[in-house]
């Protein structure tokens, strides 16, 4: 081993008592790398390792399951071998798995994860230029709902996070107090709620990133949250909003993303002075844009004239039915568009991702033999699309765009249909279809009613029993012909 490398083998003497000595060894440098360690090999932990470096030395970490809770508290660059093969466990422990005290320091290629209930995978606390970069975080896996922070930066600046994948955080990125720094090229895994959290920070710029499926994509709160760039990322299938600006936050530009299939777009509570240009909305399903307080939205800023642009550009609105008088790509009439855009894009500026936006039976149910046709719903910029239908029987595949099929047999059916784009790209919608057996009469209206379905009952004569619901409970009553009453109840054959 020692002809492998090159040790400085000085030994220090301190005395302690009369005869007695302690025998301290520096730490072991490589002839290669004069300021380099590796973990296991030199150091057991990441801790023996950080606290035997000094300052600007590169700690290199095999393979392997690492005990947390770690403090860097030195300028290091530490780096491991890859997500998931060099792991750091936070064992549950409350706290941050890895807490960087140390301004120019340098984390990549590692998974860590596992904290306590409100716990970070990595916290900066009042650290500059760090660089989080190549890393898998999670912060508490246990609650039903995440508690955590994949990354947290307290009063930190100039900082980077960059090409990390995220799961099981409550924000994947939470920025307090803290100035110019960069958010980009991450992507979350699965059971993220929140994105990006700006709290109280400015110049900050949130570039490349991908939100899909949490409940929020980018959060930004506070007077103080002020020329924050959101720009050039996915914001897709957000459960409550896209862009959440609230509590006074001013000056801050969003331009080039696209909001996609989203329950909103962007969400205004008392935020004011904010630039948004060149987005595309696309099929967000209550609203594009929504007001807490009334007013906000007019009180912002829809397309790029206060930037000084010749020709002002606005944002694509899919639901925008003006005319293009002169050719120019930005619409004339019916203006503004969406209540708020004077100048809006007539197609879209960026490509649209390829999503199934849902998938229709010409009826959800019935009694067998049940012949269904099934439409998708489909958006994005790359046709032609090709289909492939699975009916969730036993039946051959289908590739047709809007096919027909008939179910034989009773049963509750899930149908998904994969669609690719000239490019290759794939997404997956499903749909459900209850089959009664056969001479049955009618359709089951409990179902029907169950995915918030209009129904009317047909066949044979029925006596059907609606239930009202009311605010403090609900009582059973009998109904007319049409009722417009919410129906939990199957109806009954005489």
């Known amino acids: 081993m020692a002809s492998l490398r090159s040790l400085r083998l000085s030994l220090i003497l301190l005395p302690l008592v009369a005869s007695s000595f302690i025998f301290l060894l520096p730490p072991i440098v490589y002839s290669g790398c004069p300021a380099c360690l590796h973990v296991p090999i030199d150091y057991p932990t990441i801790q023996e390792a950080i606290t035997a470096a000094q300052p600007g030395y590169a700690i290199y970490v095999s393979r392997g399951t690492y005990s947390g809770p770690i403090v860097v508290d030195k300028s290091l660059a530490i780096i491991g071998t890859g997500v998931g093969n060099s792991i750091i466990d ?5 706290g941050a ?7 120019n320091t340098s984390i990549s290629g590692f998974s860590i994860g ?11 606390e009042q650290a500059d230029n760090v660089s989080i970069t190549n890393n898998g975080l999670s912060s508490d896996l246990v609650s039903l709902r995440s508690t955590g922070a994949g990354v947290d930066l307290y009063l930190s600046n100039n900082s980077v996070v960059d090409n990390n ?5 409550l924000y994947e990125v939470n920025l307090t107090r803290s100035d110019y720094n960069r958010i980009s090229n991450n992507r979350p895994v699965q059971k993220n709620l929140v994105g990006v959290m700006l709290t109280n920070s400015s110049h900050n710029t949130v570039v490349g990133n991908g939100f899909l499926a949490g409940d929020e994509g980018v959060e930004i709160s506070g007077s103080l949250s002020s020329q924050n760039n959101v720009t050039g990322n996915l914001f897709k299938s957000l459960n409550f909003t896209a862009v959440f600006l609230l509590s006074f936050p001013s000056g801050n530009i969003l331009s080039s993303n696209n909001f996609q299939l989203n329950h909103i777009g962007i969400d205004l509570q008392n935020s004011t002075g904010n630039i948004f240009y060149h987005n595309n909305f696309v099929r967000n399903k209550f609203r594009h844009v929504n007001s807490v ?13 206060t930037l000084g642009a010749l020709r002002p550009g606005g944002n694509y609105w899919d639901n925008y039915t003006g005319s293009d008088t002169n050719n120019d790509g ?6 503004p568009a969406n209540g708020l855009d004077q100048h809006p894009l007539t197609v879209p500026y960026l490509t649209i991702p390829l999503a199934v936006a849902g998938v229709t039976p010409s009826v959800l149910g019935g009694p067998a033999p049940l012949t269904v046709t099934f439409t998708a719903d489909v958006v994005g910029s790359f046709t032609p699309y090709s289909y492939l239908w699975n009916f969730g029987d036993t039946t051959p595949n289908s590739n047709k765009t ?5 179910y034989t047999a009773a049963g509750n059916y899930t149908i998904g249909v994969l669609v690719m784009d000239r490019t290759g790209i794939r997404s997956l919608g499903t749909a459900q ?3 009664q057996p056969g001479g049955a009469g009618g359709v089951n209206i409990y179902f029907l009613v169950a995915f918030g379905i209009a129904a009317s009952v047909t066949g044979a004569a029925f006596v059907v029993y609606w239930r009202q619901r009311r605010q403090h409970g609900g009582t059973v009553v009998p109904s007319g012909a049409k009722p417009s009453r919410t129906l939990v109840k199957t109806p009954k054959a005489r």
């Open 402 to 406: 809007m096919p027909v099929h008939t």
């Open 293 to 305: 307080v009334s007013g906000d939205g007019l009180l912002n800023h829809w397309d790029n004239s």
């Open 433 to 435: 279809v209850l089959v």
């Open 165 to 169: 994948q995220f799961s099981y955080n």
């Open 330 to 335: 930005i619409g004339d009439t019916n203006l």
């Open 114 to 124: 596992n904290t306590g209930v409100g716990g970070k995978a990595i916290r900066v």
């Open 90 to 94: 936070g064992r549950s422990l409350p």
């Open 97 to 103: 798995v890895m807490r960087i005290t140390a301004s």
